[in-house]
């Protein structure tokens, strides 16, 4: 017999689309297993650890395991100004889940009737009619149904009900600090990427196309990438070290967010990737770049080259780093 490619051998989680909860319409295969409602922006440690636990009381009972999300976060439709930008988007979440063992990523499609839906209505639809669940795990603070007046002491009640395990995960923290998406957003705007990788357990990733910039940076020796189409949480102003996906290749960067003060241009969320030992045309291609550490704030130069001459330095200190981090991750 051949051997099996690894790449064949990795696990994969299915996106599941759920229009209408409400419509018990989810494939027999979803049947029977164990579910974590939550929003499960950024897959951190702490998500880790309850759909960790999700997964051995799935495989207890020989189910799928199922993580299930809303989208969009049902704050952007009652509150739009108050939605954070997300961490990542639904299918980086998934991609994150995978390497968890999860089965399958319900996606339920937030609507006005969803959220008009009582905590018990909610239940019925979803866990009881449409997953058919024999387990449920979810963290302590867990609310859920109209205007959130389900939490898990409800949510027992209902689980034993319907005869469905029910556990409650303990939760996860970093140094005596509770790890939420919260506390990773604040860490992104503070420009630490590197805490904030810490407690997702993998760089923070953005993704974007490449444009056409002003073209700047090719005059001074420094050609950049500019990223457009960013969708997710960008750390705060300042100079990077990061690794960059274009297709198959990982390349070393540098990578810059925010305005030029030297020439007075761009905006704060400006995203410049220059790629290390590259040459070549990538407009139009999809790019995506991890975070490793910050390197330094914005600075304002005198001159384009007193500006080259920092760039020549933030370079030797991106290699440090990227030197550094590859060490550790071999080690």
Do not use: W
Not at 65 to 91: G, M, N, Q, W, Y
């Amino acid at each position: 017999k051949t051997a099996r490619s690894p790449a064949l051998l990795r696990h994969v989680t299915e996106i599941v689309s759920l229009p209408d909860v409400t419509a018990p319409t989810l494939d027999a295969a979803l049947h029977g297993g164990v579910v974590s409602v939550g929003n499960f922006d950024g897959v951190h440690r702490g998500h880790a650890s309850l759909l960790g636990q999700t997964k051995r009381l799935a495989d207890q009972f020989g189910g799928p395991t199922i993580a299930c999300l809303f989208d969009p976060h049902p704050i952007a439709i009652l509150r739009p100004e108050l939605a954070p930008k997300r961490l990542t988007s639904v299918r980086e979440r998934a991609r994150r889940m995978a390497k968890l063992g999860i089965d399958h990523l319900v996606v339920c499609q937030t609507t006005n009737g969803l959220m008009e839906l009582s905590a018990e209505a909610f239940f019925d639809a979803l866990v009881r009619d449409n997953l058919k669940c024999r387990g449920m795990v979810e963290g302590e603070n867990f609310c859920f149904g109209k205007d959130r007046r389900g939490d898990a002491i409800l949510l027992r009640q209902l689980c034993d009900r319907e005869d469905i395990t029910f556990q409650i995960a303990e939760m996860e923290s970093a140094n005596g600090e509770m790890i939420s998406s919260t506390r990773i957003r604040d860490l992104l705007a503070a420009g630490d990427v590197r805490d904030a990788s810490r407690m997702m357990a993998t760089p923070h990733r953005i993704s974007g196309v490449v444009v056409h910039g002003d073209g700047r940076g090719r005059t001074i020796g420094f050609p950049t990438a500019n990223l457009e189409g960013i969708d997710v949480v960008l750390p705060a102003a300042g100079v990077y070290a990061g690794i960059a996906t274009v297709g198959e290749d990982h390349k070393r960067s540098a990578v810059h967010i925010g305005q030029s003060p030297t020439f007075g241009s761009g905006t704060p969320t400006k995203v410049e990737v220059h790629l290390l030992d590259f040459d070549g045309d990538l407009y139009d291609q999809h790019l995506t770049l991890q975070f490793v550490d910050r390197v330094r704030g914005i600075v304002r130069f005198e001159s384009a080259d007193a500006l080259a001459d920092q760039l020549r330095k933030d370079l030797q200190s991106v290699q440090r780093v990227l030197e550094k981090h590859q060490q550790n991750n071999s080690s």
